[in-house]
Nanobody
Framework: QVQLVESGGGSVQAGGSLRLSCAASVNTNNIYCMGWFRQAPGKEREGVAYITTSGTTRYADSVKGRFTISRDNAKNTLYLQMNNLKPEDSAMYYC?????????????????WGQGTQVTVSS
């Protein structure tokens, strides 16, 4: 089981930026797919972005052009750079790991989860 710890959340005004980090307890070279998800109160958890060990990425349409996912396998860390934040980006953000040799933005396909970090964007 992979232990994941997120950090970097906070409160910003619309148009601002935040960088989320997710530290893994294992060598992330062995985790094919890592992703970021978010959940706002009263809403279902949704996929934000994922990245494979080879660097292939995919984003939700709502964040394309504003968010960038990356991973540093030497540091066993996943990142999410969020620019031009909007109030609708406010949510608890979670990182997740999936061992399978395929990636998805479907949260139900991920095996291990962090505890989340809160992002609040004010207008």
């Amino acid at each position: 089981q992979v232990q994941l710890v997120e950090s970097g959340g906070g409160s910003v005004q619309a148009g601002g930026s935040l960088r989320l980090s997710c530290a893994a307890s294992v060598n992330t070279n062995n985790i094919y797919c890592m992703g970021w998800f978010r959940q706002a109160p009263g809403k279902e958890r949704e996929g934000v972005a994922y990245i494979t060990t080879s660097g292939t990425t995919r984003y939700a349409d709502s964040v394309k052009g504003r968010f960038t996912i990356s991973r540093d396998n030497a540091k066993n860390t996943l990142y999410l750079q969020m620019n031009n934040l909007k109030p609708e980006d406010s949510a608890m953000y979670y990182c997740a790991a999936r061992v399978s040799w395929s990636c998805s933005l479907d949260f139900s396909t991920y095996n291990d989860w962090g505890q989340g970090t809160q992002v609040t964007v004010s207008s």
